[in-house]
Each structure stands twice: as C-alpha cells, then as structure tokens.
C-alpha cells in the first residue's frame, strides 16, 4: 500500500491533492523522465554509429518526423524560453520512440540482442506512464513497473556504453 492515500478516494481536501502531487512527482515522474530520455540517448548513439549522424531523415517513419517537426513547431512558437532546436527525437512520444527502435531493429540487434524484450518492456510501460502523464494516481503494481523498467533502463545504458560511444541528440 502507498504511504500516500490518493485523493479522489478521500472528501476534498487540497492537501490532499498536493501531497498526491508531491509523491507522485518524488516518487515516479523523475524515473519516467529518465526513462524516456535515455531511449531518446540509446536511439541516437546507436543509428548515430549504425547510420550515420543524419540517422533521423533516413532511419525514422515520415509521420513521426513530421508529427515531431509539428511539435516543435508549435512549442518553439509558444514558449517563452529559449528558440533553440532540438533534435527531433526529442519531440516524439514513448510510442514513437519504440516505433523507431522496432523499424530499426536489425540495426540494434548487434549493440542490444535482446532488443524484442526491450520493446515489450516499451509497451508494458506505456500504461503506467500514460497514468502519471495524465496527472493520474498510479496503483502499487503500476509503480512497480516503472521502478522494475527504470532499472532495467539503467542496465541498458551500460549494454550500449559498452559497445558505442553515448552521445546525446
């Protein structure tokens, strides 16, 4: 059971909603963050050695390139911050990202042999990250697969350091 009751299940109370908010963020979101971000490293580092630098506009479906430039588009036209680009993998979603590895599978098999686990483990952790994403409150075993994927994300980056130079998009 979480330390932390979740609020819809309680009478309105808006510290209730807070420390939801606090342990959710504290607890899982930092691991998804991460999570999601060393795929965006592993992707590039190993179509970066794979393919070539210009991996993106030869190894990635032309909906995602174009559903990334849209994004970022609308980010870059909306947002006070900084104008500078990005690269494109880093305006795509948990489902983009394993779309690219799938399509490019052949290509990770050397770096990653077990890379059909890893894309199972994608899609298993699409459901809890979705809860968290959406502001939702995740339940124990939906916590338990982002820790175990966390984990597991950990490992994988030593894999691919191993073989590859790391090099972030």
Known sequence: MSPIADFRLLPFNTKAIEKCGAYIG??????LYTI???LRIVIHSVLSVQISTG???VAVDRTIQRDSEQRQKRYLEKSPRSKSKLH???YVDLKDLNEII???????????PDVDRWLVGVEELRLPRNVVAHMNFPNN???KR???FYNDCQKLIGQVQSKVDIRIP
Do not use: M, Q
């Open 26 to 31: 504290h607890r899982t979101y930092w691991k």
């Open 36 to 38: 999601e971000n060393l």
């Open 55 to 57: 991996w993106w506009s």
């Open 88 to 90: 494109g993998v880093y």
């Open 102 to 112: 799938r399509a490019n599978a052949n290509l990770f098999y050397p770096i990653v």
């Open 141 to 143: 075993l939906e916590i």
């Open 146 to 148: 982002i820790d175990s």
